[in-house]
């Protein structure tokens, strides 16, 4: 296995976990952007890059959802 499997292989499988421990914890959905952003690296480093683009969008989402979960009385929209 090469090293850019084997970083892909993390960043999904931290994906995976992240996203089914979200409800426990609002850190685990800032983890599971930091994991989205690892994945859209590794999708323009093996050169998929729509598989770089939908993830990185999947970062942007995974952010937001994060800043409102961790601020659930600032509902600001303008994010």
């Known amino acids: ?33 930091a994991s989205c952003l690892m994945g859209s690296i590794y999708g323009f480093l093996q050169g998929a890059w729509p598989f770089g683009l939908v993830e990185s969008a999947w970062v942007l989402v995974a952010v937001r959802r994060w800043w409102v979960t961790k601020n659930p009385s600032r509902l600001d929209d303008s994010f």
Do not use: D, N
Not at 4 to 12: K, P, R, Y
């Open 1 to 33: 296995m090469s090293e850019l499997t084997a970083f892909g292989l993390f960043a999904v499988t931290a994906m995976l976990v992240c996203y089914g421990l979200e409800k426990r914890s609002h850190w685990f959905i800032l983890v599971f952007a």
